[in-house]
């Protein structure tokens, strides 16, 4: 059974690569590739999904969570504004979401509501918050980020943001990870040999195991909580996620 999902995938895998190698000969370059994700995910940030928009708004970004000065990491079409609009504990946001293409996506969504806090969207990455003072954020949300962000970079990010935290400060985050290779050999084998599109098509994305660097991140935060949860959507693949939160 090992061997023969083994020689499925592999098969797949060198299928995937030469889509992937021809993508690359299309000269399909870091430009156009951001500009296509970014209309990607702006197809695919459906508002009106409510199952994915309960589980931002009503399990992650509840309002009695989110507050004071609030920075979120990978801002993209501003899908968590419809969590984030009448919060009335939140002081400021500041998002920063390094592909530029989103950013019009973000305030054309965000127009439609009368946010009543200061809303600043930069270009930054979260792997260098140079520009953020310490100890200034009281909340920091991420939702769907760390899978672009290549290794070792996402324990910068959790340093970085430690950081930038005020003491008791809170980072809150979803994420898809990768299924466990042991007990999900089948979703683990299609995952990996999907990644050089999924790599093309996704801006960067892979799928990795995740909690490694919530553990890491033990030796800084005072707390760190995290679970596995099944994500709301229609594709198997991405359906493994991780949901946490860690305290300065
Ligand atoms: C899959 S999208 C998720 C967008 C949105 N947070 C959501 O929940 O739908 C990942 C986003 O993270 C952004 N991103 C990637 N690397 C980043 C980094 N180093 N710092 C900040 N944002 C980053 C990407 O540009 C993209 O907009
Ligand atoms: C969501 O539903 C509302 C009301 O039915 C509709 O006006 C709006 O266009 C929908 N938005 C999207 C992105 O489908
Ligand atoms: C905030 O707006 C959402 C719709 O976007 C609504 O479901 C929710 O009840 C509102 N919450 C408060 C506290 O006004
Ligand atoms: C990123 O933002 C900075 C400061 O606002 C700006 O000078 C720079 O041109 C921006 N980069 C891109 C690629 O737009």
Same mark, same amino acid.
């Given at each position: ?117 200061? &809303? ?10 140079? +520009? !953020?003072? *310490? $100890? #200034? ?26 950081? &930038? ?10 994420? +898809? !990870?990768? *299924? $466990? #290779? ?67």
């Amino acid at each position: 059974m090992r061997r023969c999902i083994k020689l499925v995938f592999g098969s797949l895998s060198f299928i995937v690569a030469l889509i992937a190698i021809g993508m690359g000969y299309l000269k399909l370059d870091g430009i156009s590739r951001q500009k296509l994700f970014a209309s990607v995910m702006y197809t695919m940030s459906d508002p009106n999904d409510t199952r994915i928009m309960n589980l931002r708004c009503n399990e992650l970004l509840k309002h009695s969570t989110v507050k004071g000065h609030v920075l979120e990491i990978g801002a993209g079409t501003g899908i968590n504004f419809p969590c984030l609009h009448n919060n009335t504990n939140i002081e400021s946001y500041t998002g920063l979401e390094p592909n530029i293409h989103m950013h019009s996506y973000f305030y054309k969504f965000i127009q439609q509501w009368d946010i009543p806090y200061e &809303i600043r969207l930069s270009n930054n990455s979260a792997t260098d918050m140079h +520009h !953020i003072e *310490a $100890n #200034s954020v009281h909340t920091i949300i991420m939702t769907f980020v760390l899978c672009s962000v290549p290794d070792p970079l996402p324990e910068k990010v959790l340093l970085e943001a430690h950081r &930038i935290l005020k003491p008791g400060g809170t980072f809150i985050f979803i994420e +898809h !990870i990768a *299924a $466990n #290779s042991e007990t999900n050999p089948f979703t683990y084998g299609f995952q990996k040999a999907i990644e050089p599109l999924w790599f093309i098509i996704g801006d960067g994305c892979q799928f990795k195991p995740m909690t490694h660097y919530f553990d890491a991140a033990k030796n800084v935060y005072s707390k760190v909580d995290y679970e596995y949860i099944d994500l709301p959507v229609p594709l198997f693949m991405i359906k493994y996620g991780v949901k946490g939160k860690l305290v300065k």
